[in-house]
């Protein structure tokens, strides 16, 4: 049990919040931090069932893979980002278009 | 005894919400501005977190990439968007909640939870495997084996990713960042202060990863922030460095990967399969010029265009 489980919830928790955020706001800039969020999520829920592996020491191999994700991360925020400079460039907003007329 | 065990979980509760709290605060704070700096301090507390599942490299390189190089990055882009369009507001107006993306969500939330809850209290997984091959893997600290021995092709298509998001960046992107004012005082003497210490940081971080937390991408990741910091002082790589030098410098990281994967394929009949009497200084080696070329590939994520755009267009004026 000891801090696996509740760290778990929390990634668990991360990943809807950031799910939610990525769908409801328009902005693009939101729209990567939601993924950030979302893939801070899925890191802290690999790492802590990592620990479940009953002898003394947490499985490495997870957090090897968690240190290649927050890597891969970093390098699709900066594509991510650039992609928005662009289209912002190109189209004078930094917005999805809605769908909804308000 | 009792007591620790009760401060440590209060401790894990207050980590958990606090984590929460910022993650919700940081994605729907009316002003952008103020959503990157929540979103920084979110990735401080989340390194915090690793060091209390007991993941101290983790935690480093969520230090210094999550938090310290992401923030750097989202705030040189939203400063680029506001100067493009001054005009338009931050998306300020506050959203209503949406009722059916949040029962979705909910609903999503409470089955991974259910999951959570359900999965067996106890998992083998592969930490005993690796323990037992430690010995000949040529490095002390689990995780560096890990990354750079026995799932070092992870870690070659990983360097290979960090370049390719570079070239995308370079195809895409305009000039790269520069600063109209010259930097204050203050900045300059900072800059002039901490980049030879992180240099130094980053060197130590490389070769304690043989036998404690720190490697490459930790190290990689402070000679980045090191060359961020001299970027924002106003400094510009020399023009003479800018073309041939620092392309190579760029593909020296996935360059001896590469090479030592075809090595050991054709000597030892597996990819990178390192013989175990070389397998401490190929490590080395390789996590040594990895290191140079994943620090030089961040920094220049964040400058944004290539170094030579800007070098041509501004007659090297701020050159010193």
């Known amino acids: 049990m000891n801090t696996a489980v509740p760290y778990a919830l929390v990634g668990v928790g991360l990943f809807a919040l950031g799910f939610y955020a990525l769908i409801v706001h328009a902005h693009l800039l939101r729209k990567i931090l939601a993924l950030n969020v979302m893939g801070s999520g899925v890191f802290l829920l690999l790492v802590a069932l990592a620990r479940r592996s009953g002898v003394a020491l947490p499985d490495v191999v997870p957090q090897a893979m968690v240190i290649t994700g927050i890597v891969v991360a970093i390098s699709a925020t900066a594509l991510a980002l650039t992609l928005m400079l662009r289209l912002a460039a190109a189209s004078g907003r930094a917005e999805l278009p809605d769908g909804r007329e308000d | ?320």
């Open chain 2, 1 to 320: 005894m009792a007591t620790l065990t009760l401060l440590q979980s209060a401790f894990d509760i207050l980590l958990g919400a606090a984590l929460l709290w910022l993650a919700w605060r940081a994605l729907n704070c009316p002003d952008l501005f103020k959503a990157i700096v929540l979103f920084v301090a979110f990735g401080l507390l989340m390194a915090l977190a690793w060091v209390r599942l007991e993941a101290p490299d983790v935690a480093l390189a969520e230090a210094a990439i999550g938090a310290g190089l992401t923030g750097a990055l989202l705030m040189a882009a939203l400063a680029r968007l506001r100067a493009m369009t001054p005009d338009e507001e931050d998306s300020a107006k506050r959203l209503p909640l949406r009722w059916l993306p949040l029962a979705a969500l909910l609903l999503v939330a409470t089955g991974l939870s259910y999951v959570v809850l359900t999965l067996p209290p106890e998992a083998a997984g592969l930490g005993a495997e690796v323990a037992t091959h430690l010995n000949s893997s040529g490095v002390d600290n689990p995780v560096t084996a890990v990354l750079l021995n026995f799932r070092g092709y992870d870690t070659l298509l990983e360097m290979v990713v960090l370049l390719l998001a570079l070239l995308g960046v370079w195809s895409l992107g305009g000039p790269p960042l520069r600063r109209k004012a010259a930097p204050g005082p203050v900045l300059d003497t900072l800059a002039r202060l901490l980049a030879p210490l992180l240099i130094l940081v980053a060197a130590y971080l490389l070769w304690v990863g043989g036998h404690a937390p720190g490697g490459a991408f930790q190290a990689g990741s402070v000679l980045a922030a090191a060359a961020v910091l001299l970027l924002l002082a106003g400094w510009r790589l020399p023009v003479a460095l800018t073309a041939l030098p620092l392309r190579l410098t760029l593909v020296a990281g996935p360059g001896i990967f590469v090479a030592l994967a075809v090595g050991t394929l054709l000597l030892e009949g597996q990819l990178l399969q390192y013989p175990p009497a070389q397998a401490g200084v190929l490590i080395l080696l390789l996590e040594a010029v990895a290191t140079l070329s994943i620090g030089v590939t961040l920094a220049a994520l964040f400058l944004g265009g290539h170094p030579q755009n800007d070098n041509n267009d501004q007659n090297n004026k701020e050159q010193r």
